[in-house]
């Protein structure tokens, strides 16, 4: 019944097994990719017709997981997933990248790949074996794809590289850094790192790509068993390579005249006006045909070649020069930290909030739940490029901007025992000509050293781009958005003046050497060093205190068996504390306690309150209480947090008292001397010998009259003695 075929490998240090032709027979590609026991299953479906006036490759990746994949049944109302994680959407983006470019130029079928979660070992993150079952699905499926491709994860642990550490070792690991590429060169680079030089990163790529060679091999030699028959290729029409030519003809001089303008929206408003003249000239001469593919195309021959002709930019700029930079801080009064970067055409502003342990993110991921105390959301309005369009929730793009630019910064961030904040920064892209994510980088940098955030040192980054020809090739720094659009490459660098903390490449092309690589690494610390100095204008560290308007924390260490005390049955006692003082207040397991508060007044008080809980009774010292309870022997009172004593009815006052609510009654406040304790360990406490008006010890005084009592013979004291 089953045409089944399986190919493994030594991968790393566990077995990598590969089988098709059992599950999901249906789609044109299908493979079961395992690693470890982590499963995922790969599909690979395409449209055998392009529709009719498709101008772009329409090829959507979906990567999901299953909770049952993990042993667990999903959290919330709804017991089944919903809507993609933040995990599934990175993932997602990490299989799209490398696999895109190798669709041939002009391919217009929909194309869909789904990647499923079917088991998680916990140890073995199934991105890198989700990227290599797509491909192997694509491989196999017969849709024109130009692959294989494969990918691997790289750590650095003791100054060496490790080859798919797992999660376990990564807690160790100064990088985490995937990469993906065919048999030629890299196509994909998404890293994480503790500010690790040039040499240290770009060895890792090569590591990487060294490494997943045979997997490469090991999906050739099961496509060889299992791969369908190839679609046929659409090749180019005598008549389309005509309407080219001819629109070349129209269009050169005015295109290239179009693109000398610097400025981004009189550049467009020309190239506009080309367009125009293009679609005119065709329909007056009677010739009919598709132009947009041809015309993005001349476009990109123009820019190309004017730029490894000349040396120079759209712009003016030389391949080396960073666009004018001014950074700005503290420019919303009530926002704990601000700040407005602009670059160029490109703007983001960044802004910082502090809160508590409460505001932390709670994530229920596969590997188990856990808590986040550092957001970075990314928003880019569509008046930020001049265009108006649709609002709403955050796409993949932005998502994926956040989370580079969030790797970029996580590094340098101090720990919760340096510093008990959440910390969120939401970044605005005002405006938008070259890398915003790079830009959301250097705000973000800025907004939290503006919100008293002690960064270890301030973070920059900076986007590099390709123009690659056969007769040679430019690497360029900080790219404008027409030369993202036209260009081979978007190499984004992000890190400090001691080294990268975040390392992410994409590829147009079917790779790129690593000379090529080398010469963009090297070229981008130049430019990362000189925005580090523009960004120094503003603010080098982080500001002495948070903003007045920022909570206020303050951190004691009680008892672990106190935490009891403090919470109360039901939380009883912590939420009267919160109520009374409107302090916000966190207990961790350990006896930590930080308690927060915008006044510090209130925190002293939240504080006060907590270290009467867990204080000991001291014999000989005095305290404020309040009488919770009377009764025929004496009145308990609560005086130090959440502990009671008896007062006996002989300690109340000096001198005989016939009925305790004589002295005292329930809700008065009194001032009591620790005595002792009774066998039972509960506290004796004495009202008498303490001066309730000011709080002072009368022992001796209590004392002197009662001896002179005694020696006059027969006194008051015998008496009330007898009468008892």
């Known amino acids: ?75 919330g109302f709804f017991k089944r997933e919903g809507r ?93 850094l995937v990469v993906a590429g065919t048999t030629e060169g890299v196509l994909m680079v998404e890293s994480e790192a503790q500010e690790l030089p040039e040499d240290v990163m770009l060895g890792a790529v090569t590591f990487g790509h060294t490494a997943f060679q045979p997997v490469i091999e090991m999906i050739i030699s099961l496509a060889e068993l299992a791969a369908k028959e190839p679609w046929a290729l659409v090749e180019e029409t005598e008549e389309h390579k005509a309407l080219a030519a001819h629109v070349d003809r129209i269009a050169r001089t005015q295109l290239t005249e179009a693109y000398t303008e610097k400025l981004k929206q009189a550049r467009q408003e020309k190239v506009g006006a080309v367009k125009k003249l293009v679609a005119t000239t065709l329909a007056h001469e009677g010739v009919e045909g598709d132009t947009k593919g041809i015309f993005k195309e ?16 759209i712009d003016g700029r030389d391949t080396k020069t960073v666009r004018p930079i001014i950074a700005e801080v503290g420019i919303l009064p009530r926002a704990h930290g601000s700040a407005l970067f602009t670059r160029g055409e490109t703007q983001a502003l960044c802004v910082a909030t502090l809160g508590t342990a409460q505001d932390e993110q709670v994530i229920d991921a596969l590997e188990g739940e856990y808590r986040e105390n550092f957001m970075l959301h990314y928003n880019f309005p569509p008046y930020s490029v001049g265009e108006a369009g649709r609002m709403g929730s955050p796409g993949r793009r932005e998502i994926g901007h956040g989370k580079l630019a969030w790797r970029a910064i996580h590094p340098l961030l101090p720990g919760k025992d340096k510093f008990p904040y959440t910390m969120r920064v939401v970044s605005e892209i005002t405006e938008s000509n070259g890398s915003s994510s790079m830009a959301t980088v250097c705000g973000t940098s800025l907004a939290l050293m503006d919100a008293g955030v002690p960064l270890t040192r301030p973070v920059a980054g900076i986007a590099m781009g390709l123009i690659k020809e056969d007769r040679g090739f430019a690497v360029l720094s900080d790219i404008l958005g027409d030369e993202d659009f036209l260009g081979d490459m978007d190499f984004k660098v992000a890190g400090t003046e001691m080294g990268i903390t975040s390392l992410q490449m994409d590829i147009k092309i079917t790779s790129i050497t690593p000379e090529i690589m080398k010469v963009a690494l090297d070229q981008a610390k130049g430019g990362r060093l000189h925005i580090l100095g523009e960004m120094a204008k503003a603010l080098t560290s982080g500001r002495d205190d948070v903003a007045a308007t920022a909570p206020k924390i303050t951190i004691i260490q009680v008892p672990k068996e106190k935490i009891r005390d403090i919470i109360g049955t039901g939380g009883k006692v912590i939420r009267e504390i919160v109520e009374n003082t409107g302090a916000k207040i966190d207990i961790d397991d350990d006896g930590t306690v930080k308690v927060a508060a915008s006044d510090d007044a209130k925190a002293q008080a939240a504080i006060a309150w907590i270290r009467g809980i867990v204080a000991e009774p001291e014999i000989g010292q005095i305290y404020t209480g309040k009488v919770v309870k009377t009764a025929d022997f004496g009145a308990f009172v609560n005086f130090l947090g959440a502990k009671d004593g008896l007062v006996h009815i002989s300690e109340l006052q000096q001198g005989r008292v016939n009925k305790t609510t004589d002295v005292v009654n329930q809700g008065d406040t009194v001032k009591v001397k620790v005595l002792g304790f009774d066998d039972r360990g509960k506290v004796k406490l004495s009202m008498r010998v303490v001066d309730q008006a000011t709080g002072a010890d009368i022992t001796e005084q209590v004392g002197a009259k009662a001896g002179g009592g005694r020696e006059g013979g027969g006194g008051r004291g015998r008496g009330e003695d007898a009468a008892e």
């Open 84 to 176: 993609p994680t933040e995990k599934e959407v990175l993932t997602s983006r990490i299989i799209d990248r490398p696999i895109r470019p190798l669709f041939p130029h002009g391919f217009r079928n929909e194309v869909q790949v789904v990647a499923t979660v079917l088991s998680h070992d916990l140890e073995n993150d199934p991105d890198m074996v989700s990227l290599i079952g797509c491909s192997a699905a694509l491989t196999l499926s017969g849709i024109p794809f130009f692959g294989p491709v494969a990918g691997a994860r790289v750590g650095w642990i003791d100054g060496a590289y490790v080859l798919n550490p797992t999660a376990e070792q990564m807690k160790d690991s100064k990088l985490d």
């Open 298 to 313: 001349l476009e990109a021959d123009v820019v190309r070649n004017a730029i490894l002709d000349t040396g120079l930019r």
């Open 1 to 75: 019944m089953f045409n089944h075929f399986r190919k493994e490998i030594d991968f790393g240090g566990r077995k990598l097994v590969l089988e098709t032709g059992k599950i999901a027979r249906q789609a044109d590609g299908s493979v079961l990719a395992t690693y470890g026991e982590t499963v995922v299953l790969c599909t690979a479906v395409g449209v055998r017709t392009a529709k009719p006036g498709q101008d772009f490759f329409p090829l959507t990746v979906n990567y999901q997981e299953k909770t049952f994949a993990a042993g667990k049944i999903p959290g």
